[in-house]
């Protein structure tokens, strides 16, 4: 899976925002802390959950568990906007 192509991100003083360039695939913007952005960058190229909750183990000292589930959070967000591209699970 990864974020779909008009999907745009921009950074600034520890948020980031998501916008999608297409306003007919959904036309508003999702802001979010430095964890879901963590997520959002890795779904810039192809990837799966366990790869991002691998990559999020490397970077953050919590539970794995909580870590899936934070994943797993987010990517149903992304889906729900019609974000992401590809097979999700």
């Keep these: 899976m990864r974020l779909k192509k008009g999907f745009i991100t921009h950074e600034s003083e520890g948020e980031q925002i998501l916008v999608s360039s ?3 695939a959904f036309s508003g ?3 979010s802390n430095s964890t879901a952005a963590f997520i959002v960058n890795q779904l810039k190229s ?5 790869q ?3 990559a999020m183990a490397m970077e953050y000292d919590a ?3 909580v870590m899936e589930k934070d ?3 987010i990517v149903d967000q992304l889906v729900s906007i019609g974000a992401l591209e590809g097979e999700v699970r």
């Design 63 to 65: 539970p794995r568990d």
């Design 52 to 54: 991002i909750v691998d």
């Design 22 to 24: 297409d306003t007919k």
């Design 29 to 31: 913007l999702v802001r």
């Design 71 to 73: 994943v797993a959070k």
């Design 46 to 50: 192809d990837t799966t959950i366990g």
